[in-house]
């Protein structure tokens, strides 16, 4: 790891201006419902049911969704089955006429470019990286099946970037012009409140770890 490169990124971080992305979607949606007469179609990444289950309750309200799981990252792939069957379980309970795309499951190939970074404090430069990957595959679906939209559950995490995920899909949305990034930060406006409520209600498994090798590793040093 750039031990120099990390300090400066948490300087920067704690010095910068911060933008409040909750307040930008708000304005967001206002700007959708004046624009459209129906729900536009809307692409939801989502990694795990912990995480889906506030943005699909609130999302739902607003978009025709469809739910994109593509977690290779998630390791060993027990782990990644458990994660897949309850979110599932979180739709079938919750809004069972929400459709699922899942795409195929490959840790050893999607883990390749993130060897280099596996040192690498979690919320750093592999993150950021493993961000965009998973973003790109959401906006090259979304664009190739004509959604009107696109976005992550994950900024509802407190271990997450949101302005690095956000910032990733306004670049991206650059290179995919056909498609719009929601921005969002779900854990704002009650969101991480509500979420602990559907876990609770739902009794959702929650997983100690991001999902990669090395979070798990991270999390769990005594192996
Ligand atoms: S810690 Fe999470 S976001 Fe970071 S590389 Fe691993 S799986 Fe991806």
Known sequence: MNKEAYAAYLKQRKSSHKTNYYLVSLK?????????DHKPSLL?????????????ELLSQHFELTVFFNNSNIWPQAE????????YRYLQ?????????????????????LEPMKDDPEGF??????????LREAFAYAEEHEFDFVTTV????????????????????????????FYSDFKKGG???????LVDEHQLYRQ?????????????PEG
């Open 191 to 197: 969101g991480q409140l509500r979420q602990k409520e």
């Open 125 to 134: 430069g592999r993150c950021f990286y493993c961000y965009a990957v998973r």
């Open 44 to 56: 939801l990444h989502a990694c795990c049911a912990v995480c889906a289950s506030f943005p699909l």
């Open 93 to 113: 309970e919750a809004n069972p006429s929400i459709p699922v795309v899942v795409t195929p499951y490959n840790n050893e190939e999607y883990m390749k470019p």
């Open 154 to 181: 994950m900024s509802i995490s407190r271990q997450k970037d949101s302005q690095k995920i956000n910032e990733i899909g306004r670049s991206l949305s650059r290179l995919y012009p056909s498609v719009s990034y």
């Open 208 to 220: 100690d770890y991001c999902g990669c090798i090395y979070s798990y590793t991270a999390t769990h």
């Open 28 to 36: 967001e949606l206002e700007e959708i419902h004046q624009k459209y």
């Open 80 to 87: 990644y089955d458990r994660r897949l069957s309850e979110l």
